[in-house]
Structure formats: C-alpha cells, structure tokens
C-alpha cells in the first residue's frame, strides 16, 4: 500500500533536528509509547547535516486472529533507518525488522517543512506485508499504528523541544 501521513510538530525545525540526535529524546519517547517497547537508540549521528538515526522499537501487545498463527508477538522488533538532509529537508525513512524480513518491506521519503514556528513531518513510502490471506488486514492495522505513532511522537518531540516544566 502506498501511503502519505504528516503530523505538526509544535517546535521549529532547528529543534526537531537537535533533538533527533540527541539520547535524552529517546528515552523521552519512550514515556510516550503505547503499542510498542520504549525505543532503543543504536545510532544518532549528524556529520556535516546529514543526520543519521537507527532506533529498534518492539511491538508490545498481544496478536489475534489469522496473524497469530504465523508470527510470534515477542519476535515483532524493528530498526527504522532514517537519513535527513538538513540543507535539502529531506530524507529517507526504511523499516528494518529484526525477524520475518521476508514478510514485511517498508521505505519512504521524510520531509520537515517549518510553518509557522512548527515543523510539519511528512512520510510518504509504500508498505508491503506478504502475508497469505491477510496482507490487506495486516498492512492496514500496522498502517493504523504507525499514523498513531507518529502522533504520540509529534506530541513527545514538542515537549522536549518545550524543556522542562
């Protein structure tokens, strides 16, 4: 499935992009997680604007249904990979799951527009779950997640731009 979701950051542009390198917002993140693991960050580096980020996240809540059958719960981690051009505003964004890789294959685009004083995030990509029987279902419950994801971290990325109190 081909997909686009943006979420307003209510932070300017230059704060998003600090915060994505910086070890504090992760565990800040992680606060804010509901369907997945708090995150763990493996790489957060920016060498001469190109900002790099590898973060394993872990699904945390129970499968049903035809899914159960063919995946294990405690076996759906991830890395997503992104790679942000601080000149051009855009980048990369690739799903990397740590098991079932021949199930799952996710990559888009990133881009970060200021507007206003906040920072608008936009993804767009393709989503692919190559599933029997229920690829359709799958794609659109893990699509579901990700939007609402994206959501508790634009709200999360807000606060700790805010800083405390």
Known sequence: MEFTVSETIAARRDDVLAALVDPDYYAHLGEAATAVRPPELLEATDD????????????????????????????????????????????????????YQAMLACR??????????ATRQTVSGRLAVKVPLVSGAAEKAIFGGFRRHLALEAAAMAAFCAGPG
């Open 108 to 117: 888009g685009t990133l881009t970060l527009e200021e507007v206003d004083g």
């Open 48 to 99: 001469a604007g190109i900002i790099r980020t590898r973060v394993r996240y872990a699904f945390d809540g129970t499968i049903s249904g035809p899914a159960a059958m063919v995946v294990d719960a405690d076996k759906l981690t991830w890395v997503i990979e992104t790679t942000y051009d601080t000149a051009a505003h855009t980048g990369t964004v690739v799903v990397v799951p740590d098991n």
